[in-house]
């Protein structure tokens, strides 16, 4: 039946994509999901208030990821690290989830930042926040992902302050990290990371910091938009050290690679497409390069929709995808961040998302569309 969106009228899909869980370990590159959380619709919060969770949603949507073969890449920004989850909601976040991870025999890694932070600080007060974050993570049996710091970006005054910065922390990390580059696009405040808006400037001091460290970076997420740059970095990596792609925008191409190289994966938009993502890397594993394109290529356009300025409300969309497809009751976010988008961009990212094949219960997800549309005043 056709459903009247503020784009059009819309026929939506039958059936969706056959895509169970199971199969074979993932082999020719690693994945990881940015997973989303939970919030608990019942909960009496104002917007600036401290997350309240829904755990049993969260833990089992991580479930949903690992059965499918994916790791789950926990309290990062996809997580609203920064934007309505606040540090001691990440800490009980990455304790549950790393609990979770045991028991089923997932793969996580966990966000590692300086989010306890509530004011200006000092570079020993930001290496401080860091080692807080990183014993909890490793204390909790997960790898570590080192996130970049609105603090630090605040304090620091030039490159060296970052070089420093990065090298105690490796240091003190007792297994190799993920190392985390996250460009302005995602949040502005990390404006000038790595000592400079010059963005061949940052990506030399980035380089250096891993150049000197090898052994204590298991590999870089790059999450800057910049296909090029990307590649370019990936190719200046010492042996050994992998390059994660957080491209929202260009993932299928750079995941595929090239004669010189390819990217991993750890990327947010894996959360709406994590049983689609997994069935694909499973094509490339058996080398069909094409194969894996032609299931990839075409979720492009929803991530660069769901991804679109201003692009750090891309969790929104990520969040609606869920209820859609049944992995949670509700479209209620933490901070009330599900008012970030407008009905015609839901609309556009159910259609989009729709015609893919991705709801496991096409008339769930339908019924759902009009529910909303019906709040809007617009059903018919």
Avoid at 255 to 284: M, T
Wanted: net charge negative; hydrophobic share 45%.
């Amino acid at each position: 039946m056709t459903i009247h969106l503020p784009q059009g009228p819309y026929e939506p899909r039958a059936t969706p994509l056959d895509l169970a869980p199971g199969g074979a370990a993932l082999a020719s590159r690693t994945v990881f999901s940015a997973a989303h959380v939970v919030a608990d619709p019942y909960a009496d919060v104002s917007p600036d208030a401290l997350a309240v969770i829904d755990w049993d949603s969260t833990l089992a949507f991580r479930r949903h990821l690992w059965s499918h073969g994916l790791g789950v890449a926990e309290a990062m920004d996809t997580a609203q690290r920064g934007m309505g989850l606040d540090w001691a909601g990440a800490a009980e976040l990455i304790r549950r989830s790393s609990a979770e991870a045991k028991a089923v025999g997932g793969r996580i890694a966990c966000g590692v930042g300086t989010d306890q932070l509530t004011g200006p600080a000092t570079l020993p007060e930001v290496r401080a926040a860091y080692e807080e974050q990183l014993a909890v993570v490793e204390e909790s049996g997960a790898q570590a992902i080192l996130m970049a710091s609105r603090a630090l970006a605040a304090a620091a005054s030039g490159p060296e302050d970052y070089l420093e910065t990065y090298a105690h922390l490796l240091r003190q990390a007792t297994e190799p990290v993920v190392l985390h580059w996250l460009g302005p696009m995602f949040d502005p405040a990390l404006e000038g990371y790595w000592g400079s808006s010059d963005l061949d400037a940052a990506t030399d001091t980035f380089l250096k910091v891993i150049a000197e460290h090898p052994d204590k970076i298991d590999g870089i997420k790059m999450s800057l938009l910049d296909a090029e740059r990307e590649i370019d970095v990936r190719r200046r990596l010492p042996s050994g050290v992998r390059c994660y792609t957080g491209d929202d925008f260009n993932y299928p191409e750079l995941i595929a690679g090239d004669d010189r190289g390819f990217s991993h994966a750890l990327l947010g938009i894996f959360d709406p497409l994590g049983p689609l993502a997994a069935h694909a890397v499973r094509v490339l594993d058996t080398g069909d390069v094409d194969g894996f394109r032609a299931l990839l290529d075409p979720t492009v356009e929803l991530s660069r929709h769901l991804f679109s300025a201003p692009t750090r409300y891309y969790k929104t969309g990520v969040v609606f995808l869920a209820w859609l497809a049944g992995h949670q009751e509700h479209f209620t976010m933490v901070g009330g961040l599900q008012s970030a988008r407008s009905l015609p961009h839901l609309a556009k990212a159910y259609e989009l998302a729709d015609r893919l094949g991705l709801f496991p219960d096409p008339e769930l997800a339908e019924s759902r569309m009009r529910a909303l549309l019906s709040v809007h005043g617009g059903a018919r």
